[in-house]
């Protein structure tokens, strides 16, 4: 297997659908009126859910009607909120079950006529150049060697003018990280970088750097309200566990451990495409 399909089965559980819905149901929702403040604990497969994506909107300059690209769209929970905030959405990725589950879900909440999700890499996008007015990139970067060519294929498809936004987790001080992480059980499928690693190549590909901001504070608060509500009752019933298999508890203790330790920080990058 090459490393794409390692990182797509990696993130393939089987049957999602079902066991979402089923989740859903359990915790008391009606699945066929759902909102996506409903799916919110599940459908963000990043450190400080909602709240990272609002955080990063606001450096966005959205506008309504908007053509937005999500590089590595998981299941499609900041696709969703960029659709609620007018935008004209495209997700893009690599596991062809979280493509079907984002589509599957994105019509449950009525919202596929602004988002659609494609199956492809960010490394070769089935898009035509100049097709979109902005792009985002959450949490994706830890899945992919080679960053020039991620930007290059951004750089391509956006429209000169065109804001990227990127939210990852980078490497910081050693760099000494222990797996299972949530993005990869080993060091073979996870490529965590510096910052200014990402920095010369958004330079390289022909971005200007217009923004940029650490979150790790915010993230370590925004895990250690999970864990309170976590430890207030019964497990919760929804939750990215549903997405991460049985290993989750471990992968993001040690996410956790990472950014507490000052190994791993999440970082917020806003470029604009020359
Ligand atoms: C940690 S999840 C983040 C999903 C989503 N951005 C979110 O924040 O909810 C990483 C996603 O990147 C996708 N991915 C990894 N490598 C990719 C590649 N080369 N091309 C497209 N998608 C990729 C995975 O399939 C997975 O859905």
């Not at 709240?51 to 990063?56: Q, R, S, V």
């Not at 070769?124 to 899945?143: C, E, L």
């Not at 996870?190 to 920095?199: A, G, K, L, M, N």
Request: one cysteine or more.
């Amino acid at each position: 297997m090459n490393v794409e399909q390692q990182v797509a089965t990696h993130y393939t559980r089987g049957m999602l659908e079902q066991k979402i819905l089923g989740a859903l149901r359990s915790a008391g929702k009606n699945v066929e009126q759902l909102s996506s403040r409903d799916l919110e604990l599940l459908d963000n497969l990043h450190v400080g859910g909602r709240e990272a994506i609002e955080g990063l909107a606001g450096f966005m300059e959205l506008s309504p009607g908007m053509r937005l690209l999500d590089v590595g769209c998981g299941i499609g929970g900041p696709a969703r909120y960029f659709a609620e905030r007018g935008c004209q959405v495209t997700g893009l990725d690599l596991t062809d079950e979280f493509v079907r589950v984002a589509s599957g879900l994105t019509r449950l909440l009525k919202l596929d006529g602004t988002v659609e999700f494609r199956q492809g890499s960010a490394l070769d996008m089935p898009f035509s150049p100049a097709t979109f007015d902005g792009a985002y990139m959450i949490h994706v970067g830890m899945n992919i060697q080679d960053k020039v060519g991620i930007f290059r294929e951004v750089a391509r498809v956006l429209k000169r003018g065109g804001r990227f936004a990127i939210f990852d987790l980078m490497l910081k001080g050693n760099g000494a990280i222990e797996f299972p992480m949530p993005w990869a059980v080993n060091a073979e499928t996870s490529f965590v970088s510096t910052v200014q690693d990402y920095r010369q190549a958004l330079e390289r590909t022909g971005f200007r750097i217009d923004h940029e901001r650490e979150r790790r504070q915010f993230a370590l608060e925004f895990m250690e309200k999970m864990r309170e509500r976590a430890s207030a009752g019964s497990p919760p019933v929804l939750g990215v566990h549903i997405l991460m298999g049985e290993q989750a508890p471990l992968m993001l203790k040690n996410v956790n451990q990472a950014m507490a330790a000052g190994a791993l920080e999440p970082v917020e990058l806003v470029a604009i495409a020359g």
